[in-house]
């Protein structure tokens, strides 16, 4: 039987909690900030085609419509719930082993900079073949691939299941943002949270957006050289191959290509994220202290 002292102010987060809730952040994002991701011109198929950002946004409406800046985007929300699920399990198991309650508001930071990182590399495994089929649609003007699905299923005649994970090693490195992405989060909702009140939306806005610019800025360099690999799999041999070959054609600042509508997405995306991931997790938080109170309540009827 609980007391009511006993009943507790911030319920434990659920990996399974977190999941859907990472889910409906992720499709929010993906809603916001998806159609930024074609304008980047990172791939040297798309610089070739298109005189700038603008010029290619403009293009693309008009050739293919609004669901042209779209392409690609099927599957991409589900991992974010991985992102935001194995986030959840790695604080978990790290509070478990220092032997401390699980508390994401007061977690150390150290613990969520790792956790951040490693639920970067096991989501890197499913963004990996879904990028480097988002990227192939993208660059492509006619319908001779006609779906992710279809993408890989190519790739994986051409090369094996190799070929269907070209650019791995430059996916992980980017993936390792999401340690700083968590950190910076954490950082600025902890100075801006006020004691026993919930996180205001504009806060929550405000630090999920500005982690969203910090993961991005920590491994944009990596982004880069993945969608290079991934629209040419058979012109590069690997991350180091792909480095050189761009810096000796195209300079350094080939590693920054794209990086202004990156930044400018980045902000409005992961706002969206973290206000559906938080809004949703809030229900389920809800949800589990009034099943908690009712059975406090016949428990002592």
């Given amino acids: 039987m609980l007391d009511n002292d006993e009943l507790p102010e911030r319920p434990n987060v659920q990996t399974l909690n977190s999941v859907l809730s990472g889910l409906i952040g992720g499709l929010a994002g993906l809603a916001v900030g998806h159609p930024f991701v074609k304008v980047r011109l990172q791939s040297r198929e798309l610089a070739s085609r298109y005189k700038g950002t603008l010029n290619c946004f403009i293009s693309t409406i008009k050739q293919e419509k609004l669901i042209g800046l779209y392409k690609g985007m099927v599957g991409v929300g589900a991992v974010n719930a991985l992102v935001f699920g194995t986030y959840t399990y790695f604080m978990q198991h790290q509070a478990q082993l220092k032997g401390i309650p699980y508390d994401e508001s007061s977690a150390p930071l150290q613990h969520v900079f790792l956790a951040g990182m490693g639920s970067g590399i096991v989501s890197s495994f499913v963004t990996c073949p879904m990028e480097l089929a988002k990227v192939q649609l993208q660059n492509q003007t006619s319908t001779v691939i006609k779906g992710p699905l279809d993408c890989l299923h190519k790739m994986y005649i051409a090369g094996g299941l190799r070929y269907c994970f070209k650019g791995m090693t430059p996916t992980m490195l980017r993936e390792l943002s999401f340690g700083p992405y968590f950190v910076t989060y954490e950082i600025i909702s902890r100075q801006l949270h006020k004691k026993g009140q919930e996180l205001s939306g504009p806060c929550v806005i405000l630090a999920g957006g500005t982690a969203g610019i ?32 761009s810096y000796y054609e195209e300079g350094w600042r080939i590693f920054f290509k794209g990086l202004t509508p990156t930044i400018l997405r980045a902000f409005p995306s992961n706002a969206a994220t973290f206000a559906a991931y938080t809004w949703i997790m809030n229900v389920f938080q809800s949800s589990h202290v009034l099943t908690q109170k009712r059975t406090y309540e016949e428990a002592i009827l």
């Fill in 214 to 245: 910090a993961a991005w800025c920590s491994t944009y360099f990596a982004d880069v050289v993945k969608t290079r690999i991934q629209s040419e799999p058979h012109r590069y041999k690997g991350l180091i191959d792909c480095m050189k070959r």
